[in-house]
């Protein structure tokens, strides 16, 4: 019923920005996305949440390594999410997933997009 759909990940050098998007295909009009939240998995270390927004644009982020660098994004009329991310660093290196969340409170997840920082 929902498929999402990340891009814009890539190889930056620390310092750098990278704005990742994730599109929420929605194959039955009567589902609403609620929450669309952005995680990510470094190499070894388990799943970690990074921000989320409400439908409302009410936004919160849960490591506090990525506040001030990190914003949380969405166009509800697209259905889509965004994490805008300036001076990345090499820990920031990981898999970012998008989660969406609709109007029933099923999770629907991305494939995932690697980011990857350079020192």
């Known amino acids: 019923q929902v498929r999402l759909v990340e891009s814009g990940g890539g190889l930056v050098q620390a310092g750098g920005s990278l704005r990742l998007s994730c599109a929420a295909l929605?194959?039955?009009?009567?589902?609403?996305?609620?929450?669309m939240v952005w995680y990510r998995q470094a190499p070894g270390k388990q799943r970690e949440l990074v921000a989320y927004?409400?439908?409302?644009?009410?936004?919160?982020y849960a490591d506090s390594s990525v506040k001030g660098r990190f914003t949380i994004s969405r166009d509800n009329a697209k259905n889509t999410v965004y994490l805008q991310m300036t001076s990345l660093k090499p820990e920031d290196t990981a898999i970012y997933y998008c989660?969406?969340?609709?109007?029933?409170?099923?999770?629907?997840w991305g494939q995932g997009t690697q980011v990857t920082v350079s020192s």
């Open positions: 989660k969406a969340v609709d109007d029933r409170g099923t999770n629907y």
């Open positions: 929605v194959s039955r009009t009567i589902f609403s996305i609620n929450n």
């Open positions: 927004i409400s439908r409302a644009g009410s936004t919160n």
